[in-house]
């Protein structure tokens, strides 16, 4: 898969972004502020809906405008996509070659995308949240069963932390709940656990090639084992939630533990080593969908040129597959990075306008 072309209007600092790179290495440089990352999270936000960097979709909208459209069209080995995506006085809206999608969700897959920004080191650094919603984002593109289980899933968790709540809960709807949680958070449970062995695979090979001397552990830290009884977990920990008004057990509490050299990344690795696993695992889910799809997503890498050093970002560029497209972006001059050897097209973007080079 690459993406073919992306016009914005309206989105960010951009004006009248008509962007169409080449199949191959695209480098996007230009001075802080002028608008390089905006354009990475534009094609994020069509292919997501949602944003790398906010919450909050007004601040998407450009100074004084009341909305922004983004049209993103791209070519798969078997048809070409275009997605719009247009943001109106609070209102988002979508359409998949035309037609109008009645949910959110029914976008995830069509583009598929995988993005790398300096902020992605908090899949190492942080807390068990982040690294859930990486699990769910990437399992989300690539099946709809996950999807629609997580979504459920997180509906009934919902409805029984409510009930919890209550004054005097019913402890009937209790186990009605516990049932409908055990069913949906099952399948969670096996995806996540199938990825993440699957990844853990490949990130060990990427990260091998990046940092060389040394070895990237994965493992999935379900809170319920996979093959327990998880409405009777659920049943066993019910005086607890009823105490703590909330439900304690299940996959909203899994996590996946990182080690280098057997060793917590999260509390023993240097900067340097965190990035890289962080890069290691996005290039592993980039290898992974292409193992699971047949197609390679369209690869994104935000400022990476600045959070390694030359020796490693070398290594980078050797572990990225020829036939994926790359959309860099870099503070440096166009001829001032590690990949001149390889054929690229690159650009220029200044206050919010893009030319090519």
């Not at 936000?45 to 960097?53: E, I, L, N, Y």
């Not at 009605?176 to 069913?183: K, P």
């Not at 995806?191 to 990130?203: K, M, N, Q």
């Not at 703590?244 to 509390?267: E, F, V, Y």
């Amino acid at each position: 898969m690459y993406l073919k072309q992306l016009t914005c209007n309206g989105f960010r600092c951009l004006r009248d972004i008509q962007f169409e790179p080449s199949p191959g290495i695209n480098v996007i440089h230009g001075d802080n502020a002028q608008g390089k990352t905006s354009i990475l999270e534009a094609l994020l936000f069509a292919a997501t809906s949602k944003s790398h960097r906010t919450s909050t979709e007004s601040e998407l909208v450009a100074y004084k405008a009341e909305g922004f459209q983004i049209a993103a069209e791209a070519t798969r080995s078997d048809r070409n996509v275009l997605v719009e995506a247009n943001w109106w006085k609070g209102a988002k809206r979508f359409k998949v070659n035309g037609v109008a999608q009645t949910r959110v969700s029914d976008i995830l897959g069509k583009i598929t995308v995988t993005f790398f920004s300096p902020e992605d080191i908090s899949l190492v650094k942080a807390g068990a949240s982040v690294r859930r919603k990486f699990m769910d984002m990437e399992l989300s593109q690539l099946s709809a069963g996950y999807l629609a289980a997580l979504q459920k899933h997180r509906q009934v968790l919902r409805q029984r932390n409510e009930l919890l709540r209550a004054k005097h809960p019913d402890q009937d709807l209790l186990a009605a709940w516990d049932g409908q949680l055990a069913q949906h958070g099952a399948l969670l449970m096996a995806e996540r656990g199938d990825f993440i062995e699957e990844l853990a695979e490949l990130a060990q090979i990427a990260y091998a090639q990046i940092a060389q001397n040394e070895g990237l552990q994965m493992t999935y830290k379900p809170d319920v084992e996979v093959d327990a009884d998880y409405a009777a977990v659920l049943e066993k920990a019910r005086p607890i939630d009823l105490q703590r008004k909330m439900t304690t057990r299940g996959p909203h509490r899994d996590d996946i533990q990182l080690s280098i050299d057997n060793h917590p990344a999260r509390s023993t690795a240097s900067q340097g080593q965190q990035r890289s696993a962080a890069l290691a695992i996005k290039l592993a889910e980039l290898n992974l969908i292409h193992r699971r799809t047949r197609e390679y997503p369209i690869l994104m890498l935000d400022e990476v040129l600045a959070e390694l050093d030359p020796h490693r970002a070398g290594h980078l560029f050797s572990a990225i597959e020829k036939g994926v497209q790359c959309l860099l972006t870099t503070a440096n001059s166009a001829n001032n990075h590690p990949i001149t050897k390889q054929a690229v097209s690159t650009y220029l973007i200044k206050n919010g306008r893009l030319a090519k080079l």
